[in-house]
Structure formats: structure tokens, C-alpha cells
């Protein structure tokens, strides 16, 4: 029943490996989103797409790759890991109703 | 760069009396403005907006007020209660750039 489902919930990596986030929407929306929150509790975006398609691409390293199979689906590739990667992961989706998303969990990720 | 400030981290209360939660805003552009709450280990949840035309927005318990000449937005929660406490973000809508900037959030802790 749960709306955006992200897996897994805890990553624990070592430095340089090459991991993915999956999140899945069964609400029929168009649009989603991979936003960051770091040590400093600041949700930032990263990506969004709609209808498969990118829309937004904020300055992220290009060792972050987002992938949208469908539109129910967006997953996030990250290559090379790095320290500065453990955050907290929020994927989300919308029907672009000015700003009512319905966000996941969370997958925390713990680069070591 | 931060466009959507939130200065308070923190605010007690005590059980029954009225939170408030502030929010300024630098771009003059943003269409609508939002507040999530957000528990431990759950994603933001929607809760209360309003769009840029409005000065006041009332939900139930949740009021959101917005002060477009000061750049300023508040969020009052009558009366507060236990399971009010949570983050609150603050953020806000850009519809020509289809993107939801978050401030960093405001910790509420409704005391008995």
C-alpha cells in the first residue's frame, strides 16, 4: 500500500564502490524526484524527470546517474563513492500540484 | 544562496498553546508556499500551502500567513499537541522552473 517505496533503507559502503537506490510510485504520477538531505539537514533536489523524461539536473557530480525505466519508477546510480555521499535520500513524486510531493522513507547512506 | 530561510532550528511549547514557525524568502517569483512535517526515519509529509495571491490560508489547527511585502511566511499551529512535534520545512514553488526549494527546517518539541 505504501505510495513511494525506496530501497533498501540503510546502505553502509566502503569508498570508491558503485551502489543504486530503487524507488517505485503507485499513485499514477507523472513526475519524481531525488532530492539529498546532508549533515545539515538541508533537502536539496537533485533530479526530477517527467514522464521519463529529465527536467531537472542541479549540480551534481556526474558520478550520480538518475534512470527512469517508467514513470513509476526512478532509480539512483551513484559510481566512485565518496565520503561526502552519506546522506539521506529522498525520492518523491507529484502530478506537479505547485509543490505537493508525496516523498519515500528515505534510504540513509553511510559511505566508509 | 539559500532562498528559503528558516533562522529558528529549534522551538518548545508547551502542550495547548499556540507554535509558531517562521520562514523568509528571497525570490519574489515563487507561486506557492508550503509546510511539511517530517518525523524521525519517515519523509517530509505535506501538511498546509498557499498560494503568492493569498495572505491567509486555514486548515483545522494549522494556519500558514504570508507577508509578501516582507518576503515572510509563518506557520501557527492552535492548540499545540504531543504529536505536533517533528520538523517542520518550510518551502516554497517556482512554477516556471517546476522546482520546490526547502528551507532547513525548524525542530517542534510540544511539551506536556
Known amino acids: 500500500d505504501t505510495a513511494v517505496s525506496q530501497t533498501p533503507k540503510y546502505l553502509v559502503t566502503q569508498m570508491g564502490n558503485d551502489k543504486s537506490i530503487k524507488c517505485e510510485q503507485n499513485?499514477?504520477?507523472?513526475?519524481m524526484y531525488w532530492y539529498k538531505q546532508d549533515s545539515k539537514k538541508f533537502l536539496k533536489i537533485m533530479f526530477s524527470?517527467?514522464?521519463?523524461?529529465?527536467?531537472i539536473n542541479e549540480t551534481v557530480p556526474n558520478r550520480f546517474s538518475p534512470k527512469s525505466p517508467d514513470k513509476a519508477h526512478l532509480n539512483l546510480h551513484i559510481n566512485s563513492l565518496e565520503l561526502g555521499d552519506s546522506a539521506v535520500y529522498f525520492c518523491?513524486?507529484?502530478?506537479?500540484?505547485?509543490?505537493?510531493?508525496?516523498f519515500g522513507s528515505g534510504t540513509r547512506l553511510t559511505v566508509v | 544562496d539559500q532562498q528559503v530561510k528558516q533562522n529558528s532550528p529549534s522551538l518548545s511549547v508547551q502542550e495547548g498553546r499556540i507554535s509558531i514557525l517562521n520562514c523568509d524568502y528571497t525570490?519574489?517569483?515563487?507561486?506557492?508556499f508550503l509546510w511539511y512535517k517530517k518525523y524521525p526515519a519517515e519523509g517530509p509529509t505535506f501538511l498546509i500551502s498557499?498560494?503568492?495571491?493569498?495572505d491567509k490560508n486555514e486548515d483545522g489547527r494549522f494556519t500558514v500567513f504570508l507577508n509578501k511585502s516582507a518576503k515572510h511566511l509563518s506557520l501557527h499551529i492552535v492548540p499545540s499537541q504531543p504529536g505536533d512535534s517533528a520538523v517542520y520545512f518550510c518551502?516554497?514553488?517556482?512554477?516556471?522552473?517546476?522546482?520546490?526549494?526547502f528551507g532547513t527546517g525548524t525542530r517542534l518539541q510540544v511539551t506536556l
Open positions: 524527470y517527467n514522464n521519463k523524461e529529465l527536467i
Open positions: 498557499i498560494s503568492s495571491i493569498k
Open positions: 518551502a516554497a514553488w517556482d512554477g516556471t522552473a517546476s522546482k520546490l526549494t
Open positions: 525570490n519574489s517569483m515563487f507561486d506557492y
Open positions: 518523491a513524486s507529484s502530478t506537479n500540484r505547485a509543490g505537493r510531493y508525496t
Open positions: 499513485l499514477g504520477h507523472d513526475t
